[in-house]
């Protein structure tokens, strides 16, 4: 106890080296804990984007482009696939639902997304979480348009606000404005990138590019309240999500419409598709890690220099302590402490601004990058890189630990 | 029982490595209750024999028993206790915890050992350590840093600490060198005052011959060692 108590009182009497040594091993369990922790909470974020979906079918390519644009809003879609082809499998015996998407159009870098009312209907996220309207009802007629939470939010839109939106995914020159969009409704926060979408219907796309077959504007816009849902035809649409009726269906129909042979279509399985990311991702992870690690054995050394230089002046010390009865061993346990409890307080301090920062990037990077971002709890891993550190701290602290206890036998009083 | 001898060194030889001894000591005695001038030169070996009294060294050959227990045949840390238990020990200069206040300086014995605690006079260690740093002159300092003090009142601290929780022996290693001439003798009579009050048998080791008169019993380490320093 009174070992403790001076470990801490010498510690606090030299603050500013004490200081230094503890925010150097903080940063570097920031650096550590902070990485681990925005992998396993991107890992999160995306796994619970999209739930209850088993298939997402696309256009022929690869399947992780795929699974980015289909549900994160992340890329583009190569190739459009008929409308024919997603009615065929809407039908398809073993379905029980399917989320048409249409992409391609955005409005001042939000997405639009053109669906259909089984995206409200059927979309789950995080489990059995169905979307909700924090303000109004679906889009239903051709020029309707719902927002996503974080659309709202950050243009400040409202119920009955006209958007127009433009051709293509950058702030573009081409702009519908012929076709002003009325907000309809606006969607409950789900911290997914659902919020930074904003849905039209099938119906408004094609009207959209009503006389743009070209690729460019048609020469005279046609007016809005010339156009009727009876003289549009919807022909193609990016991909859609698919539900079967079966679990043990997916396999079967995967391959069929992998196989499919009036279109060449891709189908993925989006939890296999995650796990092929990840495994990208992975080797940056180490890489990270092991930068994070390096800092940690930096931190770790600045302690055991800070400590060892200081034995020289604390020879006299340890000769008073020794007067007063302190063993050898004591002694010993003495510079143990000291760099245990240096190493835990860079820990405590690294682990909570750790979870400080994540807390406060996870709406930025959500807003800014589409990235979902969950407030992920403590892992094995962080405790095992807590325990690390504050061994390897403790470890450490056996350098000046063993000097110190030989000068105390060694010098005896005659120290100083 | 009090044992009349404080201590009793006979035949004892040390070294810092065990075949070239620095110190041999024949006999050297030191009565209960005693204070005892040790003098000799400087590096005669005098920091060395208070090394081996204090059973911080032990001796590769003789006996050596301090308030009744032989040190020699005693485990480190049954030494260790023994000296933080019944013995206060006072250096040159730099005696305090440099990181500590005057008080927590001074209740450091107290708080290592419950002899020392038990001993105290005043209810409480606190008050036991106001009680003493005020009969020093120091009241006024009691929280301060100790880096704070002047030499001659670390000085004081040092005795303080030294014998509080009344140990039974307490040691002085030129504790007046770092003084001027005028304050020794007040320091020399401070230490007297509240060894006596400890009732504490008092070993003063000087190079200085001029406080020699003082001491009931002088004794010089030439003569009880066959030195070799």
Redesign the interface.
């Known amino acids: 106890m009174t070992v403790l108590r001076l470990a801490y009182e010498s510690l606090r009497s030299r603050m500013f080296t004490t200081g230094l040594t503890i925010f150097s091993i903080a940063l570097s369990v920031l650096l550590l804990v902070g990485v681990d922790r925005i992998r396993q909470g991107t890992q999160v974020g995306f796994e619970g984007t999209l739930s209850q979906t088993d298939l997402v079918v696309g256009a022929r390519g690869g399947s992780l482009p795929l699974l980015l644009y289909a549900v994160f809003h992340i890329g583009t879609a190569n190739n459009d696939i008929s409308y024919a082809s997603y009615q065929y499998f809407a039908h398809h015996p073993a379905v029980l639902w399917t989320i048409p998407l249409s992409m391609g159009d955005s409005h001042r870098g939000f997405r639009v997304v053109a669906t259909d009312d089984n995206f409200y209907e059927h979309y789950r996220y995080r489990g059995d979480h169905s979307l909700q309207f924090a303000q109004g009802s679906r889009a239903e007629g051709i020029f309707d348009a719902v927002l996503g939470s974080a659309v709202a939010d950050q243009l400040h839109y409202h119920l009955g606000q006209q958007i127009v939106l433009s051709h293509g995914l950058q702030a573009s020159f081409l702009k519908h404005t012929a076709d002003p969009y009325t907000v309809v409704g606006i969607l409950a926060h789900t911290a997914t990138p659902v919020d930074r979408g904003i849905y039209i219907t099938l119906w408004g796309d094609e009207a959209m590019h009503l006389g743009w077959e070209n690729g460019a504007p048609p020469l005279t816009a046609i007016p809005e309240s010339q156009i009727h849902k009876s003289d549009l035809q919807i022909k193609t649409i990016s991909a859609f999500l698919l539900r079967t009726k079966s679990r043990m269906s997916t396999l079967f129909l995967q391959r069929e419409i992998n196989t499919y042979k009036p279109e060449p279509l891709t189908a993925i399985i989006p939890a296999f598709t995650l796990e092929d990311l990840w495994s990208v991702l992975s080797a940056a992870d180490v890489a990270l890690s092991l930068v994070s690690g390096a800092v940690l054995v930096v931190g770790l050394l600045v302690m055991l220099t800070a400590l060892y230089t200081s034995l020289n002046e604390r020879r006299r010390e340890i000769a008073v302590l020794r007067t007063l009865g302190l063993h050898a061993r004591q002694i010993f346990a003495l510079f143990i402490l000291e760099s245990s409890l240096i190493s835990a307080a860079g820990a405590a301090l690294g682990l909570a601004a750790a979870y400080l920062v994540l807390f406060a990037i996870r709406i930025p990077v959500e807003n800014r990058y589409g990235i979902p971002l969950a407030m992920v709890g403590f892992s094995a891993r962080v405790a095992y890189y807590m325990a690390a550190v504050v061994v390897a701290g403790a470890l450490l602290g056996f350098i000046p630990a063993i000097r110190a206890y030989r000068n105390a036998l060694v010098d005896g009083l005659s120290a100083g | 029982m009090i044992s009349p001898e404080a201590i009793h060194l006979k035949n004892v030889v040390f070294g810092?490595e065990p075949r070239t001894p620095v110190l041999e000591v024949g006999e050297l005695v030191v009565e209960t209750g005693k204070r005892v001038f040790l003098y000799g030169p400087s590096g005669s070996g005098k920091?060395?024999l208070?090394?081996l009294i204090?059973g911080?060294?032990t001796p590769q050959q003789g006996s050596c028993a301090v308030l009744g227990k032989d040190m020699t045949k005693m485990s480190?840390?049954a030494r260790?206790?023994?000296?933080?238990?019944e013995?206060g020990?006072i250096?040159q200069s730099?005696?305090?915890?440099?990181?500590?206040t005057v008080r927590?300086n001074v209740a450091?014995?107290c708080?290592?050992?419950k002899r020392r605690r038990q001993n105290i006079v005043a209810q409480t260690v606190s008050k036991e350590v106001e009680r003493l740093v005020a009969r020093l002159g120091l009241d006024t300092h009691l929280d301060r840093n100790v880096k704070k003090l002047s030499t001659g009142q670390q000085q004081r601290v040092a005795i303080a600490r030294a014998v509080i929780g009344k140990p039974r022996l307490v040691i002085a290693?030129e504790p007046t060198s770092s003084l001027d001439a005028n304050r020794r003798a007040d320091f020399l009579e401070l230490l007297f005052e509240v060894c006596d009050e400890a009732q504490a048998t008092l070993v003063f080791v000087s190079h200085d011959r001029s406080l020699m008169e003082r001491f009931e019993e002088r004794i010089a380490l030439s003569e009880i060692s066959r030195g070799c320093a």
């Open positions: 810092y920091t060395t208070l090394g204090t911080v060294l480190a840390p260790d206790r023994h000296r933080g238990a013995m020990y250096f730099f005696n305090l915890i440099p990181y500590l927590q450091l014995p708080h290592v050992h290693d």
